[in-house]
């Protein structure tokens, strides 16, 4: 119970944080990952289970053991995670999320991953934002996951942005809710490496505009909002967002109000982005993804450039 509030100062700062123990110090044996997976799915059987929900979605065949480097409170809410994964053949596209397999825990969590790929490329880590609910994953995240714990990942999923250096350029709408910020966020960090890399190297994929709208209930529970503000400032040109606030009851800091709106975002700002070269990812509370979704296809934007997934 006491490691969940272990806070690792400067974890979540890059490269030039801390690092975690050599990957060799893993020590889940491929009979235990075996062992993990099978008997998970076997006692998986919720109906709002996110085995069950994903059962017919394309996954990777590595199962990988992970171990954890950081904790930290991205808000009264939600812990944040960072993993050092063992396998090399691990990789994942911005968006996707993991199956988290936890020794004795017999549910599978399911969680997007928020970091881009980039990081993992570079320390063999990812990233994840894990709000607090009674599903079991969750549940050990928040009272019981201490540095050093062992876990187990499995890449899945069918939401993500993966353009090649050929590809044409497109510019993206990112609609976030809640924690469904989390994809986003690594697309958006994808974004920002590509940028960088076209900048340095003159070639490779040209990122078109980004506009993101994240809404959330105040200001506590926009995850990631500094982050996502380092990214507007640092290519203005290139990055823009808008924040909204449902129930906001005390006082907006100064450095947040040029950005927040109070209130739910709207279709008409929504509209105001649609063009032939406009790709937009959705995700968020099922009614908000419906939602959007419907109203981007009523206004005849192709069902190809629409994607979104679904977090219960």
Known sequence: MAGAAVVVLGLFRGSAGPRCPQVASLRLMPSTLRRLSLTSVMKSKRRTD?????????????????????IASESPKV??????????EFSFKAGQWVDFFIPGVSVVGGFSICSSPALLERERMI???????????????HNQCALDAEVALRVGGEFYFDPQPTDPSRN???IAGGVGINPLLAILRHSADLHRERADK????????????????DTSELLFKNN????VNEFPEKIACSLHVTKQTTEI???????????????KEIRDHISEDTL?????????????????????????????????
Not at 253 to 267: C, D, F, M, N, V
Request: aromatic letters at 10%.
């Open 50 to 70: 996110h085995m069950e929900r994903t059962a017919n979605v394309t996954r990777q065949k590595v199962l990988s053991p992970a171990k954890v480097c950081g």
């Open 79 to 88: 812990k944040r995670l960072r993993l050092l994964v063992a396998e090399k």
């Open 127 to 141: 990233e994840l934002a894990v709000k607090c609910t009674e599903h079991p994953p969750s549940l050990w995240i």
């Open 172 to 174: 993206l709408v990112l």
């Open 202 to 217: 003159a070639s490779g994929y040209e990122v078109g505009r980004i506009k993101l709208f994240y809404s959330a209930k």
């Open 228 to 231: 996502i503000l380092d990214l």
């Open 253 to 267: 800091s100064a450095e947040l109000k040029p950005y927040i709106t109070e209130g739910r975002i709207t279709e």
């Open 280 to 312: 937009f990812y959705i995700c968020g509370p099922p009614p908000m993804t419906d939602f959007f979704s419907k109203q981007l296809e009523n206004s005849q934007v192709p069902k190809e450039h629409i994607c979104f997934e679904k977090w219960w």
